[in-house]
């Protein structure tokens, strides 16, 4: 138990690896929101795009 606590402390003492931990809730976010709004993201791009087509490009 010491020694993960020690990691730890020496993980957010080192501001490289703060940097990472934040990368990587950063991503964990941007791939939480990819999966709860894809069928949004989906419909809107599809919608994008039929609208182009339409337009005669």
Same mark, same amino acid.
């Given at each position: 138990m010491k020694r993960i606590m020690y990691k730890t402390a020496v993980l957010l003492g080192n501001k490289k690896?703060?940097?990472? +931990?934040q990368v990587a809730i950063l991503v964990a976010i941007a791939v939480?929101?990819? *999966?709860?709004?894809? =069928? =949004? +993201?989906?419909?809107? +791009?599809?919608? *994008?795009?039929?609208?182009?087509?339409?337009?005669?490009?």
């Amino acid at each position: 138990m010491k020694r993960i606590m020690y990691k730890t402390a020496v993980l957010l003492g080192n501001k490289k690896g703060m940097e990472m +931990v934040q990368v990587a809730i950063l991503v964990a976010i941007a791939v939480a929101a990819g *999966i709860i709004f894809k =069928s =949004s +993201v989906v419909d809107f +791009v599809n919608r *994008i795009f039929h609208n182009l087509n339409a337009a005669n490009f």
